[in-house]
Nanobody
């Protein structure tokens, strides 16, 4: 059993900053790509940022230059530093990780429960 637990969401004014954290725990042999997705009301879930085991990152165009993804491999933790937040960043943010729980086992997708980020004055 694997769990992803997010924290750090909340209410922030436009232009403000928040940092999200996500810890993966349980039966984990290897964590490959970790990432953040978000879903606003009435919209589909979309990719925000990903980071590979080697540290390569990818961002949605809408957050480039404002958000930074990082990870601590030893702690199976991924972070999302969000700066210059805009009202359109309001969404539930979900952590995602591709995990293998044995040496030769398959890699599967794990999701957190989501954390609300609201950007409003």
């Amino acid at each position: 059993q694997v769990q992803l637990v997010e924290s750090g969401g909340g209410l922030v004014q436009p232009g403000g900053s928040l940092t999200l954290s996500c810890v993966a725990s349980g039966r984990i042999f290897r964590v490959e790509v970790m990432g953040w997705y978000r879903q606003a009301p009435g919209k589909q879930r979309e990719l925000v940022a990903t980071i590979t085991g080697g540290g390569n990152t990818d961002y949605a165009d809408s957050v480039k230059g404002r958000f930074t993804i990082s990870r601590d491999r030893a702690k199976n933790t991924v972070y999302l530093q969000m700066n210059s937040l805009k009202p359109e960043d309001t969404a539930v943010y979900y952590c995602n990780a591709k995990i293998a729980n044995t040496y030769s086992g398959p890699v599967f997708n794990a999701w957190g429960q989501g954390t609300q980020v609201t950007v409003s004055s």
